[in-house]
C-alpha cells in the first residue's frame, strides 16, 4: 500500500464511522484491518449515523460471546422408553430409541433455530427471551461443523 494511501486508511479507522462510499472504494484494505488488527469497523452515512454497521473479526466476535454456556442433557424416559435430548435455554429437544438418535434430532431441531433467527431477526428481536439469547444464537452461527456444534452444546457422542 502507497503511504498515502496508508494514511488515509489510518485516518478513515481513527475516526467514530467509515462512509460507505470510502469502504465501498477501498473494502479489501479495511477488511485487511479487521482481519489483520482485530480492528472494530463501523460503516455507514455519514449524514445518517443511525444507518450503520458494524464489522469485527471473528476473534473478537468470538471474545464478546465468549462465556455464553448451554445447559444441556441427554436422558432416558423411562415413560415412553426412549432417550430425550435437551438443551434448556431453547427449550428445544429430540427424542430417540439411541441417545445418539435423539442428539441428532435435538441438532437437527437447534440447526432449524438458528436459521429461522438470524433469516428473520427483526421479528425475533422483538421478544425479550430472544433478545436474551442473542448471544446463544451469535455463538451457535460461530459453528462450522456439526461436530462443533455438538460439542459446544454439550452432547457427548458415545
Avoid at 124 to 148: A, C, F
Wanted: with cysteine; net charge negative.
Amino acid at each position: 500500500m502507497k503511504k498515502k494511501k496508508v494514511q488515509d486508511m489510518n485516518a478513515a479507522m481513527s475516526r467514530p464511522m467509515v462512509g460507505t462510499k470510502d469502504f465501498r472504494d477501498d473494502m479489501a484494505d479495511f477488511l485487511k484491518e479487521v482481519y489483520d488488527k482485530n480492528k472494530v469497523l463501523r460503516v455507514g452515512k455519514i449524514r445518517r449515523p443511525e444507518e450503520s454497521v458494524v464489522i469485527l473479526s471473528n476473534v473478537v466476535l468470538g471474545k464478546l460471546v465468549g462465556d455464553t454456556k448451554f445447559n444441556s442433557e441427554v436422558r432416558f424416559d423411562e415413560t415412553t422408553k426412549q432417550y430425550v435430548a435437551t438443551v434448556h435455554c431453547f427449550n428445544a429437544d429430540g427424542v430417540g430409541d439411541t441417545a445418539e438418535e435423539a442428539i441428532e434430532m435435538t441438532l437437527d431441531n437447534i440447526e432449524d433455530l438458528v436459521d429461522d433467527f438470524f433469516n428473520d431477526m427483526n421479528w425475533y428481536l422483538r421478544s425479550p427471551k430472544h433478545v436474551e439469547l442473542l448471544s446463544h444464537y451469535i455463538k451457535l452461527k460461530m459453528t462450522d461443523s456439526r461436530e462443533q456444534l455438538t460439542e459446544l452444546l454439550g452432547f457427548v457422542r458415545r
